[in-house]
């Protein structure tokens, strides 16, 4: 029987700042991978920041388009067991030269200069990334990975607000400008002499429901307002629009999707397979959206 796993992605500009220059420009990331590409796999392996990875496969995809990049992080403390079924539990012990490895996989478009970067708990994230580039660069060429906002536009949505989670830093100094509900809010709180404050609206399990939409972007309105900006530490709504449902950060909502992939019960979810759906979803519904933000022309 097969099984499902989600896995998030997000996208990232690479960009630079050359020299003495102050102004941000873009990074090609390619005459780094055909360095990269004449190392050895001993060759690539680095620690940076106590952080011991490498990059571990390099491959074009999408009819050679989009580069597929495989980095591994390499753990030396196992903390892995063999189970059997009616057998008591083995420790995976590791020799000198072995590793507990945890991929993370990027793909890169050289058209956009734009990263697809997998969300991987406890694999290299997107600062490793950058920093394990930038370890093979010499000292003054200098990349990173800037996150592509895609922000929420309040007015425009056709659908649904299903859940609004706000945390306070200090709820003390936050106004109510627009929203009566949250007026009270800040009134009880206020009442209670505390400083910071998490209030999650939800409707739990709860289907075919939604939260009021007028309430919610009163609410939105006053989150989003600058004169509250050091009052609310973060704030998020999720959204549906009948098609699918998703998590808006109301301020810093770095763009991304999602693949639902179909893998077979211990089977592996493998790089090769990994990159062309990623490449697949990219092209069919990521670009167009990208090449939007970023405001540029083909």
């Not at 030396?76 to 067991?81: I, L, V």
């Not at 505390?194 to 609410?219: D, F, K, V």
């Amino acid at each position: 029987m097969a099984k499902f796993v989600s896995i998030e992605y997000q996208y990232y500009e690479l960009c630079c700042m050359e020299d003495e220059e102050t102004t941000e420009q873009i990074y090609d990331l390619r005459p780094w991978i055909a360095r990269m590409q004449g190392v050895t796999l001993d060759g690539r392996l680095a620690e940076i920041n106590g952080i011991k990875g490498r990059l571990e496969n390099i491959d074009l995809v999408h009819d050679d388009e989009f580069y597929a990049l495989n980095f591994m992080r390499l753990d030396e403390m196992s903390n892995t067991y063999i189970v059997r079924e009616g057998e008591q539990a083995q420790h995976i012990d590791l020799e000198d030269d072995e590793y507990i490895g945890k991929n993370t996989v990027l793909l890169y478009d050289p058209r956009l200069n734009v990263a697809m970067v997998q969300c991987n708990r406890g694999s290299y994230g997107t600062v490793g990334i950058q920093s394990y580039i930038n370890y093979f660069n010499a000292p003054n060429d200098i990349c990173y990975l800037r996150p592509i906002y895609n922000e929420l536009s309040v007015d425009n949505l056709n659908g649904s607000f299903l859940k609004l989670d706000v945390r306070f830093s200090n709820i003390r100094r936050f106004v109510a400008y627009n929203s009566r509900a949250f007026e009270r809010v800040v009134e009880t709180c206020n009442e209670v002499e505390c400083l910071t404050a998490h209030i999650e609206l939800g409707l739990g399990y709860t289907r075919g429901s939604e939260l009021n939409a007028e309430t919610i972007h009163s609410a939105i309105m006053d989150l989003r307002d600058p004169r509250n900006r050091e009052s609310v530490s973060s704030a998020k709504v999720k959204f549906s629009d009948d098609q699918k449902s998703s998590i808006f950060d109301l301020f810093d909502n770095i763009d991304h999707d999602i693949i639902r992939y179909t893998i077979p019960v211990r089977g592996e979810l493998g790089f090769g397979f990994m990159a062309d759906k990623m490449a697949e979803k990219y092209n069919d519904v990521a670009r167009a959206r990208i090449l939007s933000v970023l405001n540029r022309g083909n």
